[in-house]
């Protein structure tokens, strides 16, 4: 996590995730994941609901990894290495499968 204005970065480690899909539009999806941290990791301190907001195509194509606290932006970032742990849950087979059904005309529904 890398906070702004601060030159102190850490890196997360996820070992699972919990999502909650819904259709945003014709375009998108968000994805709310709540995650649990691995024993080394430690999350920010000040934060207090905190979580990721993944928005995604239709199609399951990454469009924007934001982190969150209660469900608002916030003022950190996150890091390559736990972006690109976040993009490989959800381009896991089962979840692109979820968006899909998401994001289809039909479905629209949450998850």
Known sequence: ??????DR???LKF???QPFMERRNEQLVDIVLRF???KD???PADLIDFTALVICTVSGQIAQIV???EDCDCEYQFTVSEKE????????????AEIARIGS???GKLW
């Not at 976040?86 to 979840?95: F, K, L, N, Q, S």
């Open 67 to 69: 982190p969150q606290d």
């Open 15 to 17: 070992t699972s995730f």
């Open 1 to 6: 996590m890398i906070k702004y204005g601060l």
């Open 36 to 38: 649990t941290l691995s």
């Open 105 to 107: 005309p039909i479905e």
């Open 85 to 96: 742990q976040i993009a490989a849950y959800i381009e896991r087979a089962d979840v692109q």
């Open 9 to 11: 970065v850490t890196e």
């Open 41 to 43: 990791s430690e999350g």
